[in-house]
């Protein structure tokens, strides 16, 4: 099942000034570090409508709102208002959740599962097409691969770009096991969108 989206609150509303209504009302979560989306469906009516909080910081964009809540916000409140008489014509209430936990990915095998071809292709860190999350934004600041049937220790490399020295040491290492799997794990920093940086660790399999 794969969910389109622009994220978690790609909200469509159906108004008119004298009421407002949610066409999805059961998206009422956004997330912290992450452009929440918000769409209203008005026609050119859409124009004359500011959306505020107290809460979070809401621009407009060519296309929809961006919603990012404070760091400290538990639940936040939306406000809709016709900018021309100020009148409050919507009012929506969101909890705030962090992104759930990313999923690192080697190429396309995500961890957990083998790499079945080695090659030059790229670590990622973000979520599988179950989720509703369109580009969360975090990015391989560095990484090591580590193996107990590696000879010797892979340098840290910067970037998120599988070398061909990684691929050579683990080429090397199933020859010396005979042709069995080997068993390797990647240790990754990764930087999301808050600015901060995680440690993250990844279990393959080649």
């Given at each position: 099942?794969?969910?389109?989206?622009?994220?978690?609150?790609?909200?469509?509303?159906?108004?008119?000034f004298s009421q407002v209504a949610l066409g999805f009302p059961e998206y009422n979560v956004v997330?912290?570090?992450?452009?929440?989306k918000i769409k209203i469906g008005a026609g050119a009516e859409t124009a004359f409508l500011d959306?505020?909080?107290d809460q979070a910081q809401i621009y407009r964009t060519d296309s929809c709102f961006i919603l990012?809540?404070?760091?400290?916000?538990?639940?936040?409140?939306?406000?809709?208002?016709?900018?021309?008489?100020?009148?409050?014509?919507?009012?929506?209430?969101?909890?705030?959740?962090?992104?759930?936990?990313?999923?690192?990915?080697?190429?396309?095998?995500?961890?957990?599962?083998?790499?079945?071809?080695?090659?030059?292709?790229?670590?990622?860190?973000?979520?599988?097409?179950?989720?509703?999350?369109?580009?969360?934004?975090?990015?391989?600041?560095?990484?090591?691969?580590?193996?107990?049937?590696?000879?010797?220790?892979?340098?840290?490399?910067?970037?998120?770009?599988?070398?061909?020295?990684?691929?050579?040491?683990?080429?090397?290492?199933?020859?010396?096991?005979?042709?069995?799997?080997?068993?390797?794990?990647?240790?990754?920093?990764?930087?999301?969108?808050?600015?901060?940086?995680?440690?993250?660790?990844?279990?393959?399999?080649?």
């Amino acid at each position: 099942m794969k969910i389109v989206i622009s994220l978690i609150t790609c909200l469509i509303c159906h108004f008119s000034f004298s009421q407002v209504a949610l066409g999805f009302p059961e998206y009422n979560v956004v997330y912290r570090g992450y452009d929440n989306k918000i769409k209203i469906g008005a026609g050119a009516e859409t124009a004359f409508l500011d959306l505020e909080s107290d809460q979070a910081q809401i621009y407009r964009t060519d296309s929809c709102f961006i919603l990012k809540p404070h760091a400290s916000a538990k639940n936040i409140t939306v406000i809709a208002r016709n900018f021309k008489d100020k009148n409050v014509v919507g009012t929506w209430q969101f909890r705030v959740l962090n992104l759930p936990v990313p999923t690192v990915f080697w190429g396309v095998s995500p961890a957990g599962s083998p790499v079945v071809t080695l090659d030059k292709v790229n670590l990622r860190v973000g979520y599988d097409e179950t989720l509703i999350l369109e580009n969360p934004g975090f990015e391989v600041v560095n990484y090591q691969v580590n193996s107990p049937l590696i000879a010797a220790p892979l340098p840290l490399i910067t970037g998120g770009a599988i070398t061909q020295e990684v691929l050579d040491a683990l080429t090397k290492a199933k020859t010396a096991n005979k042709g069995k799997p080997v068993d390797f794990n990647v240790t990754l920093q990764v930087k999301g969108r808050d600015g901060l940086i995680r440690k993250m660790t990844a279990e393959y399999t080649y």
